[in-house]
């Protein structure tokens, strides 16, 4: 399983950026994925997630701002972030869970076995 993020960048706020994700070596139809994000010297948090069903789940801070996108001809999970605010600068990662469901809420780290290398993204 591989997961190749981009789309990260330097945006000004209020603007608009997106993410994603590309999977290869597994069925995307098979497993659920999602976006975490992580500050220097804090945890990775949970921002997103998209079940092998098609349910999406979106962090409290993200709702109405942020969604996610699936696109079936590239087989990547997209993150469409929108009204972008200074406290969104992260590094964004992409992560894959070997099950139909996405899990607990809020997503935990320690369910998802697959991750990518991560996307800077930068609102200033």
Known sequence: VQLVESG???VQPGESLRLSCVLSGVTSSSVSMAWF?????????????????????YA???????????????????????NLKPEDSAMYFCAVRLARSLGPRPLRTSDFGYWGQGTQVTVS
């Open 37 to 57: 994000r992580q500050t220097p010297g804090q945890e990775r948090e949970a921002v997103a997630g998209r079940d092998s069903y098609g349910s999406t789940t």
């Open 60 to 82: 409290d801070f993200v709702k109405g701002r942020f969604t996610i996108v699936k696109d079936n001809a590239k087989t990547s999970l997209d993150l469409q972030m929108n």
């Open 8 to 10: 990260g960048g330097l």
